[in-house]
């Protein structure tokens, strides 16, 4: 019939046959389609029920060395540490000259407290950071911070006292000279000892020391640099070098030394950007380079870097040649008086300072 039907396909007595015919053939091959297709998902469902719960949910492993390299694209454009204007701040109406008192005051105060007064300092400029700048500021910068310090004091804590000393007391025991024994005080110098690991006090106070110290150092002169331009810093640290010049210290080449470096800065953080982008865009299969191969690439990249750097600064050079620059004595620093001086707020800055090398020196 279907073949009469498809040979006969004008006569008008066969059409309804062969309609009739191929709409029954539709609706089988449909029914079958769908029914294939409903296997087919019956049996992916229980393919993923029977597989462990834990790959449901399971995202692929990055690797540590993309990682780092992600952490290094997701900073922002703007270089680390630099002059941020707005919004002012306590901070911005100090002067730069007081502002250099307080990181030697600093540095000083950590030396020579203890421990507890340490890990106070440490907070206080964390404080002082969180208080005078939004949160898209200090966010990112005190985290890494902390992964930094926090990495500096469980590597500290750990090494330093992990070995014992191979060493063998040479004085007779006390009871051969006929001396009493040292009674019990309850100091242990060792606190903990679990196989290989050994803490000490010794290791725990070089750890916090290690610890505070780079954490304070590294962010009271980025509050300096955030709140202040980089020829302000220059004219102070000439400032306080100018009695120097009796003893024939090149006080403008060292001013002219700390400008440049703070300009630098940022071409050193755009030519790591730059470097990041163009790993990154190779994709380039870290877990089939191995420890090896990672190690070989970041060593190229290390020396591209410094190449690349090398050429910026010969640059920058041969362009302050050509610009008419003579030397550093015959330079002229323009000030960016972007937020002036506060005469209150400098003897307020003094006046901190003093109250809390004051306490610190009877509470040490």
């Known amino acids: 019939m279907l073949s009469r039907c498809g040979a006969n396909l004008h006569q008008p007595a066969c059409a309804p046959c062969c309609s009739e015919t191929s709409h029954a053939h539709i609706t089988l091959n449909r029914y079958t389609l769908h029914r294939s297709i409903k296997r087919r998902a019956v049996r992916a469902g229980a393919k993923g029920n029977d597989a462990p719960q834990g790959t449901k949910t399971s995202k692929p492993k990055i690797p540590l060395q993309q990682q780092i390299l992600n952490g290094i694209l997701s900073v922002s454009n ?34 020579r407290a203890s421990p507890a007064i340490r890990l106070a300092i440490a907070g206080t400029v964390a404080s002082i950071t969180v208080a005078n700048f939004p949160r898209r500021l200090w966010q ?6 902390a992964l930094l310090c ?4 469980l590597s500290t804590l750990l090494l330093v006292d992990g070995m014992p000393p191979m060493l063998q007391t040479r004085a007779p025991p006390l009871s051969l000279e006929g001396l009493p024994p040292i009674p019990e005080t309850g100091y242990q110098y060792v606190l903990l000892h679990l196989g290989t690991i050994t803490v000490t006090h010794r290791s725990l106070n070089l750890a916090i020391t290690a610890a505070s110290l780079t954490f304070s150092a590294l962010q009271t002169a980025s509050l300096c640099l955030v709140t202040t331009p980089g020829e302000e810093m220059a004219v102070a640290l000439r400032w306080w070098l100018s009695p120097l010049r009796i003893l024939r210290v090149p006080v403008e080449e060292i001013a002219m030394t700390l400008l440049l470096s703070l300009r630098f800065m940022s071409l050193v953080f755009e030519e790591v950007r730059n470097l990041s982008l163009g790993l990154a865009a190779r994709g380039i299969n870290w877990e089939a380079q191995g420890s090896s191969g990672s190690l ?16 910026r ?8 040649v050509v610009r008419g620059f003579q030397g550093p004595e015959g330079h002229h620093l323009y000030l960016m008086k972007v937020n002036p001086t506060s005469l209150v707020a400098n003897v307020c800055a003094i006046l901190i300072l003093v109250c809390f090398s004051v306490f610190i020196y009877f509470f040490k």
Not at 140 to 145: H, I
Request: glycine share 4%.
């Open 78 to 111: 703007v270089p680390y540490s630099s002059f941020v204007p707005s919004p002012v701040t306590f901070l911005h109406t100090v002067d730069a000259r007081i502002k250099q008192i307080w990181l030697v005051a600093m540095y000083l105060l950590i030396a």
């Open 140 to 145: 990112s910068q005190l985290r890494r911070l």
């Open 150 to 153: 926090g990495f500096i004091f």
């Open 296 to 311: 070989n690439i970041a060593g190229r990249l290390c020396v591209r870097l410094f190449g690349n750097l090398f050429q």
């Open 313 to 320: 600064s010969e640059k920058i050079a041969q362009a302050m």
